[in-house]
């Protein structure tokens, strides 16, 4: 059985910075790619970042492009979503999820395992 295990939300000011992480156990973590996504209250739960097996190709939705670093370390089991220059509309629980296969998935429904998630609250 997968366990995916999310850390490092919590209330950040406008403008700050947090490093999520997610460890992983139960499956071999290098095999697989990764995602980071989000959903806030009312909302459809979005992508937020992506990771193939290997680390060398990555995705960002528009709305966290150039203000997001998704990393992973595979010796580490664990997988990174940095945030700068938070915004109140990043407000949301973010989900951490493994892929069924190696490369990059755009679509929820590319991925088999979830963790259960860390609220991210940003105030203005």
């Known amino acids: 059985q997968v366990q995916l295990e999310e850390s490092g939300g919590g209330l950040v000011q406008t403008g700050g910075s947090l490093r999520l992480s997610c460890s992983a156990s139960g499956r071999t973590f290098s095999g697989y790619a990764m995602g980071w996504f989000r959903q806030a209250p009312g909302k459809e739960r979005e992508l937020v970042a992506a990771i193939n097996r290997s680390g060398d190709r990555k995705y960002y939705v528009d709305s966290v492009k150039g203000r997001s670093t998704i990393s992973r370390d595979n010796g580490k089991n664990t997988v990174y979503l940095q945030m700068n220059s938070l915004k109140p509309e990043d407000t949301a629980v973010y989900y951490c999820?493994?892929?069924?296969?190696?490369?990059?998935?755009?679509?929820?429904?590319?991925?088999?395992?979830w963790g259960q998630g860390t609220q991210v609250t940003v105030s203005s």
């Open positions: 999820a493994q892929a069924y296969g190696t490369n990059l998935a755009m679509r929820s429904y590319e991925y088999i395992y």
